[in-house]
């Protein structure tokens, strides 16, 4: 079994920033994918970004150019760069990753980010 650990999350002011990271526990070259998800009270997970093999990614329209999701190989690490955020950036923020494009294998056990008005 993979172990996906986030770290990062926090309370921030709107207009600030934070940067999520997803530490995996096995080489993240054996993944098709690797993303970031998040969940708000009463509301279904979503996905906010994705990193795919070869370096292309893809954000959620709510998030283009404000979020960057970026790897380090040599860490076995995703991070998620968050700027300009807003209350409705408010959630726990999942990691995943998948060893194919059909479904996400692994999921993290998620960290809070709390963004105040």
């Known amino acids: 079994q993979v172990q996906l650990v986030e770290s990062g999350g926090d309370l921030v002011q709107a207009g600030g920033s934070l940067r999520l990271s997803c530490a995996a526990s096995?080489?993240?070259?054996?993944?098709?994918?690797m993303g970031w998800y998040r969940q708000a009270p009463g509301k279904q997970r979503e996905l906010v970004a994705a990193i795919i093999r070869g370096g292309f990614t893809n954000y959620a329209d709510s998030v283009k150019g404000r979020f960057t999701i970026s790897r380090d190989n040599a860490k076995n690490t995703v991070t998620l760069q968050m700027n300009s955020l807003k209350p409705e950036d408010t959630a726990v923020y999942y990691c995943a990753a998948a060893y194919g494009s059909r479904a996400n294998d692994y999921w993290g056990q998620g960290t809070q980010v709390t963004v105040s008005s």
């Open positions: 096995e080489s993240i070259s054996s993944f098709f994918a």
